[in-house]
């Protein structure tokens, strides 16, 4: 089948050569992935650094709470992303990071004033162009804010997908996020933890998502050969670990659904390979 990894952080892999060899590599393997990025610049340079690459991922344009510094360069960002969002239905990694270190460069007012600015803007744009939109959020020691932001905006009374990425919030967020309508991508780290391989079971079959979360951080370049082969080996062994993790703990037909959520999601199947 194919495997859609729908938060894999391309832009870590240095530019050029590298990204074009590991891409070729996934499609030999028939892996196709969703490009997160951070900032909404940095979404525009790397759409307009591969406009002429002949293999490419499905860009998603973002703005990560960590990477929130001043009032005013969030401004700045969110004006790009504004201009740029009708280039893309995918938007992330969008969210929130209450977590202490994460809390002492943006506040808790000024993330949740950015993800909501984020969310409305989506939804304007949803409503007006009747565009199909899929979020991948980030939502650390923030799940119930982010589920009441989503709920506030009416995300999921629209066409606008949440995805929860990696999470590891509380049972009463994870079942309240389902049953409005949302997902759960899935990786090797969540389902590290007791916690989140008890919250793979819960999830219902047609609600998972497959991730990476990788790489964890941006990659130098050291002119290796092997960069690419190597990253795309370790994707590819990633994707297949989880996926027999979930088979083996939730001992159904698991794989076939998520195929079946990646084809109406994301129109991901065999033949766009």
């Known amino acids: 089948m194919v495997y ?13 050569a590298c990204r074009q060899s590991f891409l070729q590599v996934l499609f030999e393997h028939e892996i196709q992935l969703v490009a997160q990025t951070l900032l909404p610049s940095g979404y525009q340079d790397l759409v307009e ?21 001043s009032t005013k360069q969030a401004e700045q960002e969110l004006a790009i992303f504004e201009r ?5 239905h995918l938007v ?10 994460r809390l002492e460069q943006a506040s808790e007012k000024v993330q949740v004033e950015v993800l909501n600015s984020i969310l409305q803007q989506v939804i304007s744009q949803s409503r007006q ?5 899929i979020l991948s959020l980030h939502s650390v020691r923030s799940s119930t804010v982010v589920i009441d932001l989503l709920e506030a905006c009416q995300v999921y009374q629209s066409k606008v997908i949440p995805i929860l990425h990696r999470f590891n919030g509380t049972s009463d967020d994870l079942m309240r996020h389902i049953r409005l309508g949302g997902y759960i991508s899935v990786g090797s780290q969540m389902l590290a933890t007791k916690k989140g391989r008890a919250y793979a079971k819960q ?36 994707l297949q670990d989880t996926v027999e993790q979930l088979t083996s703990i939730r ?6 659904h998520i195929k079946q959520t990646q084809n109406c999601l994301y129109g991901i199947d065999e033949a766009m390979l």
């Open 251 to 256: 001992k159904d037909q698991v794989l076939a």
């Open 84 to 88: 740029l969002l009708p280039t893309t």
């Open 92 to 101: 992330g990694e969008i969210g929130l990071d209450f977590s202490p270190r």
């Open 129 to 133: 162009t009747d565009t199909f939109y």
């Open 203 to 238: 999830i219902p079959a047609d609600r998972l998502l497959l991730e990476s979360d990788l790489p964890a951080n941006p990659l130098v370049d050291d002119e290796s050969t092997t960069l690419a082969q190597d990253q795309a080996e370790f994707l590819i062994h990633n």
């Open 49 to 69: 650094s591969e406009q002429d690459q002949a293999l490419k991922p499905l860009y998603s344009i973002g703005f990560h709470p960590w990477w929130i510094q």
């Open 4 to 16: 859609l990894d729908t938060h894999y952080h391309y832009d870590f892999l240095p530019a050029g």
